[in-house]
């Protein structure tokens, strides 16, 4: 009889780890392949993201085709990324819990070729650019106040780590359609991958339960993804000093191969213990939805100043999976997800005696998953700096800061991301 007790409280232990995951009981486990925009391009990032009204270097290739066009010179265009984060996690009773991180990774690498046109301009492009970033580490711990998980009441040491990202490699163009219209596309290979890590561990302190002294649970999942996508783009000039953008980011089926690992191992107050693992594979679709974005661009003082604005939407709840990535999911995406709209407006200057430029911007990120409480939203500052030499290579570079908070189950994450981008771009 002892022995089906302790079974079943190994099978329970299991069965509620394997529902909740991480994040002490979280009901709904966050996709992480959806929203997290890292950001992209030097000069873009240095103006907050506007770029939708600008684009005029490599980068237009994700941001909009249709400004390939405005490139007259060959480019040659690479960057890098580097990111630090820190994040603060507690319970409302309880220690703080911080967890630190740091990576450099490519951002963008490709070229902009020319084409002889005897009216207006057309140009191609063919790149990379990876402009989501998965890296993340969240450690918790303490005695867990909530009353509706499996740790309830125990003591709690949990870290839980992303890492990984999404790349898109792209073959695109933009042309002049008239005088004030050009028009662009692209065709998008998506790549990616990420490694989730969680390992919790629990103790009963407290003698909550009469069987259990602790119990630890281990998670992997690796996955793969890949798709096939594309965009569309439009910039329209207005005279000579403004400039309005627009794009539409087409439906992408990301295919997911994913492999899996969890462990569970409970210990009893009479000494015994008890190891339950599992693992598998599993092949399947994340159809991400349409986005759609508007940007202008206005110069002033002679064309040496110029502010830029955009929006992007997204209806997140269109996200399905399919098929399923597991007997017991649901496409909840309409339940737990929201649209969102990001908001990127920039300034930048350039002082012509020393061929300088100098640029200020704010960015807000939505966070799309809405089963945590969001205390505070994605906002970031940037500021940046650019540096022509020759008329031939020019030099940027961005900073960018930001914070959130979110909470859930007595539990608030409070982070904070430092991102640095560099980038050198050479044209003759």
Request: charged share 20%; hydrophobic share 40%; net charge negative.
């Amino acid at each position: 009889m002892r022995r089906l007790v302790k079974t079943a409280i190994v099978l329970a232990l299991m069965l509620t780890c394997f529902v909740f995951g991480s994040r002490i009981g979280v009901a709904q486990v966050e996709e992480i392949a959806i929203g997290n925009t890292f950001g992209l391009g030097a000069r873009t990032m240095g103006m907050g993201g506007a770029f939708l009204g600008v684009a005029d270097d490599f980068t237009a290739l994700y941001w909009n085709p249709a400004g390939l066009a405005q490139i007259r010179k060959f480019e040659l265009y690479g960057g890098l990324a580097h990111s630090e984060r820190d994040t603060e996690a507690k319970f409302t009773r309880g220690r703080t819990a911080d967890a630190e991180g740091s990576q450099t990774r490519p951002n963008s690498i490709g070229l902009v070729y020319p084409l002889y046109a005897t009216r207006g301009g057309i140009a191609l492009a063919l790149g990379y650019n990876r402009p989501q970033n998965f890296d993340s580490e969240i450690t918790i711990r303490g005695v867990d106040p909530s009353d509706n998980s499996a740790f309830s009441g125990f003591n709690v040491n949990e870290m839980t780590s992303n890492s990984g990202g999404m790349g898109i490699w792209s073959l695109g163009t933009g042309v002049f359609i008239s005088e004030n219209i050009l028009l662009g596309g692209s065709i998008d290979f998506w790549h990616g991958s990420s490694l989730y890590e969680l390992d919790s561990a629990a103790g009963d302190i407290n003698s909550i339960d009469p069987e259990v002294e602790s119990f630890a649970y281990h998670d992997t999942i690796d996955r793969v993804y890949s798709g096939l996508g594309g965009r569309i783009g439009v910039l329209a000039f207005a005279g000579e000093n403004v400039a309005l953008g627009g794009t539409v980011t087409l439906p992408v089926d990301l295919e997911v191969s994913e492999l899996w690992e969890q462990q569970t191992i409970v210990e009893f107050d009479d000494g015994d213990e008890s190891v339950e693992a599992d693992d598998g594979s599993i092949l399947f679709d994340i159809e991400r939805p349409f986005q759609f974005g508007g940007g202008v661009a206005i110069k002033l003082l002679e064309k040496r100043m110029t502010l830029a604005g955009d929006v992007q939407f997204t209806d997140w709840t269109q996200t399905e999976y399919d098929p399923l990535p597991a007997e017991d999911a649901q496409n909840n995406f309409n339940r737990y997800y929201d649209s969102t709209i990001q908001v990127r407006v920039g300034a930048e200057y350039r002082i012509p005696v020393i061929e300088t430029s100098v640029r200020i911007g704010y960015f807000r990120d939505p966070i799309p998953f809405q089963d945590r409480e969001i205390d505070s939203d994605r906002d970031f500052l940037t500021i940046g700096i650019g540096k022509v030499f020759d008329q031939i290579v020019k030099i940027d570079i961005a900073y960018m800061r930001g914070s959130w908070e979110q909470s859930s189950n007595l539990l608030t994450e409070s982070q904070t991301s430092n991102r640095m981008f560099v980038s050198a771009g050479y044209r003759y």
